[in-house]
């Protein structure tokens, strides 16, 4: 509260000298979000939205070259199976990221959620000296000003994740002295998607080694059935373990449930020890580490399974979803 308070205050300031009139460089913004003071980043709650990347035509800076869109998971939202989709400038077709970096993305100094799981995705040069696009700077309060540049807008969409955080770098052309300097939207001009729904998720793989651990070397399942069910065993939904062998039960309401496996013939289940989990979901978010290991057993007559792969997920993630299971 006292952050939130102190924000609006020196905001006001910002506004009342003037200095606000200077478009930023690079900025982003969520048409119909809402400011988070206490983050100073603009926050939508649905789960598609439209994204701008605004460019600011100013007397130093004519072209933004070497333009990245980071897109982030921060770690006590990361869960396997993240998926985001954007479609828009250089992405007409869409493009859908699966393979999460880890650390920071370059152009961009260590703050706020970084080192998390990312992935940066290039977009085209502007031309800001020539675009026509009225470019606002977005304060939540006031007048910020506004100039003409280039806007990008693209359309989100993301699952198996409760959020998404996107920053944006370049490097601008000076005009006036030759010379290209580094460019980044300000923190508090950086863009934010939370989910307002809560969710579970696990990974199915074959325990070999029997010890009822999910080791990096242990290859995952796919084409398993897992089932939610209420507290008194009723089935609620169905689903199968992807490619990766994971699993996701997404848009659930607070409350109680218990997961459950369909075990498949000529494998037995080492975790976890009870056979299911029960799940208390009471904030928004995805659950996960919720996770069924099993070991096959070769009988006469039934053949050798072909095993998924490895889980497409570092140690780190691991460790982040462990830190988040529920029991």
């Known amino acids: 509260m006292e952050r939130s308070i102190m924000a609006k205050v020196a905001l006001m300031v910002f506004l009342m000298t003037g200095a606000a009139h200077a478009v930023p460089a690079l900025q982003l913004y969520i048409p119909g979000s809402t400011y988070d003071y206490d983050t100073e980043t603009w926050v939508s709650t649905d789960t598609s939205s439209p994204l701008q990347v605004l460019g600011a035509s100013r007397p130093n800076q004519s072209v933004i070259d070497d333009l990245y869109l980071h897109v982030a998971i921060p770690q006590d939202q990361w869960s396997v199976g993240a998926t985001a989709t954007l479609s828009g400038p250089g992405y007409e077709s869409g493009v859908t990221i699966s393979d999460w970096d880890f650390g920071t993305p370059d152009g961009i100094s260590q703050h706020g959620i970084y080192d998390t799981y ?116 009723d089935l609620l939904m169905a689903t199968e373990t992807d490619e990766h062998g994971v699993y996701l039960f997404d848009d659930l309401e607070f409350g109680t449930y218990i997961v459950t496996e369909v075990l498949q013939p000529g494998w037995e289940q080492t975790a976890p020890e009870t056979g299911y989990y029960t799940v208390h979901l ?33 140690f780190a993630g691991l460790i982040a979803l462990r830190r988040r299971r529920r029991r």
């Open 118 to 233: 990312y992935k940066s995705l290039q977009l085209p040069t502007m031309d800001v000296a020539g675009g026509t696009d009225v470019v606002i700077d977005h304060v939540p309060e006031g007048d910020g000003g506004s100039t003409t540049g280039v806007i990008y807008e693209y359309m989100v969409d993301y699952s198996g994740t409760s959020g998404l955080h996107f920053d944006v770098s370049g490097l601008s052309f000076n005009p006036n002295s030759g010379n290209w300097l580094p460019r980044f939207a300000p923190y508090s001009h950086d863009a934010e998607f939370l989910s307002t729904t809560a969710g579970i998720t696990g990974i199915k793989w074959h325990d070999l080694n029997q010890d009822g651990v999910f080791d990096l070397d242990e290859p995952t399942l796919e084409g398993w059935t897992i089932n939610l069910e209420t507290l008194d065993g």
């Open 282 to 314: 009471d904030s928004e978010g995805i659950l996960g580490g919720y996770d069924f290991g099993n070991y096959y057993i070769e009988e006469p007559g039934i053949p050798i399974p072909e095993p998924a792969g490895l889980a497409l997920v570092g």
